[in-house]
């Protein structure tokens, strides 16, 4: 069984241009959320999504947007990136979006803004 | 405003013996925990976990220690061994979304 995807693994970006992140959650599962990670802290929420509708968004500016397609795969879009945006970026599948169900985590795309 | 607190940074337990990683909340309406297993360069890998309803979760080498009163868990590793050298978040679930700890690293030596 494939677990969560995500692509790209790692990427290097200039100050102010923009990227996409891509997640391809397990197979059945609906809800795909997206996190932060900076070296030394625990992951921090972005944004979650179940059946194609946002169900969440933490404390990240407007910046920050993503979207859920049909097949469940969402993708993660950062504009006009700082340097502090330099990360990991977590990408987590649920099979849906109540609180009593594991969350299951890709390898990350990290990324790096100079 | 961090409502759940790893407040060791790292442990160091020697191989075989027991490993006891801490975790406090300050949310008393959490009600559903998770323990995450994190190696460099990979994603974080789901451990354990328990719901307020239950006191211990139990599976294998691992144990999770819940107690409300306090606001605090615990997650056990017995016996620990070198491959659980990693680090380890702990997380409350709330709205659909997981809240985590700053993280403490374990080193397990031979």
């Known amino acids: 069984d494939a677990g969560v995807t995500q692509s790209p693994t790692h990427l290097i970006k200039t100050r102010g241009q923009q990227v996409t992140l891509r997640c391809s959650p397990i197979?059945?599962?609906?809800?795909v959320s997206w996190y932060q990670q900076v070296l030394g802290q625990g992951p921090q929420f972005i944004f979650q999504y179940y059946e194609k509708e946002e169900r969440g968004r933490g404390n990240f500016p407007d910046r920050f947007s993503a979207r859920q397609f049909p097949n469940y795969s969402s993708e993660l879009n950062v504009n006009a990136l700082l340097l502090g945006d330099s990360a990991l970026y977590l990408c987590?599948?649920?099979?849906?979006?109540?609180?009593?169900?594991?969350?299951?985590f890709g390898q990350g795309t990290r990324l790096t803004v100079v | 405003d961090q409502q759940v607190k790893q407040n060791s940074p790292s442990l160091s337990v020697q191989e075989g013996r027991i490993s006891i990683l801490n975790c406090d909340y300050t949310n008393s309406m959490f009600d559903y925990f998770l323990w995450y297993k994190k190696y460099p360069a990979e994603g974080p890998t789901f451990l354990i976990s328990?719901?307020?309803?239950?006191d211990k979760n139990e599976d294998g080498r691992f144990t999770v220690f819940l107690n409300k009163s306090a606001k605090h868990l615990s997650l056990h590793i017995v016996p620990s061994q070198p491959g659980d050298s990693a680090v380890y978040f702990c997380?409350?679930?709330?709205?659909?979304?997981?809240?985590f700890g700053q993280g403490t690293e374990l080193s397990v030596k031979p």
């Open positions: 197979s059945g599962h609906k809800s």
């Open positions: 997380a409350a679930s709330s709205g659909g979304k997981l809240i």
């Open positions: 987590a599948s649920r099979y849906a979006d109540w609180d009593y169900t594991e969350a299951f």
């Open positions: 328990i719901s307020s309803i239950k």
